[in-house]
């Protein structure tokens, strides 16, 4: 009977703390996303956690140093500077004008440091200027002709 008990109480100890591990996770991997003109509103411990912010790179920018790069985000007539300290490197359609979202903290200067970013290329995916589309293919099983 001893036994049993000594082996309960394990299990229940084991449980606790996987439980309380998963918790500890969660709170710590829960990003907020905000856009930048609700950031000067965040105050006390909401200014604090990690969060999101998306906007557009504004032109020339994009500064590069040793171990950072900083860049500034636009969105809804706001700015905001951005320092990204992270690893690993910029995405290639990280340019001039391109949308981004980037995952950190806000510094008490104002300052985004950045720990994630991604970025795409708006103007990449739009229709070609005056609405001309490729040729379309061949239905399956067909052999095209030459003009020869």
């Excluded at 907020?32 to 950031?39: Q, R, V």
Aim: include cysteine; glycine fraction near 12%; aromatic fraction near 8%.
């Amino acid at each position: 009977m001893q036994k049993r008990a000594k082996f309960g109480v394990g299990i229940a100890v084991i449980v606790v703390s996987l439980v309380f591990l998963a918790w500890l996770g969660y709170g710590e991997s829960k990003t907020y996303y905000h856009t930048i003109a609700e950031l000067p509103n965040l105050h006390g411990a909401a200014a604090t956690h990690r969060m999101r912010v998306g906007g557009t790179v504004e032109p020339g920018t994009i500064r590069r140093f040793s171990g950072r790069v900083d860049f500034v985000l636009a969105g809804e007539g706001k700015t905001l500077p951005v320092s990204y300290t992270g690893s690993d490197p910029l995405p290639d359609t990280f340019v001039d004008k391109s949308q981004a979202l980037v995952e950190g903290n806000l510094a008490p200067d104002g300052r985004f440091v950045a720990e994630r970013v991604q970025a795409k290329c708006a103007s990449k995916y739009e229709a070609a200027p005056g609405g001309t589309t490729a040729p379309a293919a061949a239905p399956a099983g067909t052999v095209q002709k030459s003009g020869m």
